[in-house]
């Protein structure tokens, strides 16, 4: 059985944590200095339009928390038959926040 958690409001950062909480946290799916792979369904979406992909600052804050449990985290992204990854992810802004949480 899927379990998800449902917030809403406006703070991505506060949302994310407060979601994964309810979910019990990430440790019983992630490892202590484990490797991660985000992948945020950019291609899918329809640029500049809200809400037809993942919030960029969702990914942000996913990657945050990832960071402090030590993970290591990659973000990426496979084309789709309407838009490339290449194009995308910088246009979207998750080529940004990946960059600023490197490690």
Same mark, same amino acid.
């Given at each position: 059985m899927s379990v998800v958690s449902i917030i809403k409001g406006n703070?991505? @950062?506060?949302?994310?944590? @407060?979601a994964v909480e309810l979910l019990g946290g990430l440790n019983s799916y992630v490892k &202590?200095? &484990?490797?991660?792979?985000?992948?945020?369904?950019v291609c899918g979406g329809v640029p500049g339009?809200?809400?037809?992909?993942?919030?960029v600052g969702v990914v942000a804050s996913i990657i945050q928390i990832l960071r402090e449990m030590d993970a290591k985290v990659s973000v990426g992204e496979a084309d789709s038959c309407m838009y490339t990854a290449d194009v995308m992810l910088p246009e979207t802004g998750i080529s940004e926040v990946a960059a600023k949480t490197r490690r």
């Open positions: 703070n991505p @950062e506060v949302m994310v944590r @407060e &202590q200095g &484990q490797r991660v792979f985000i992948k945020p369904n339009k809200p809400g037809s992909f993942t919030n």
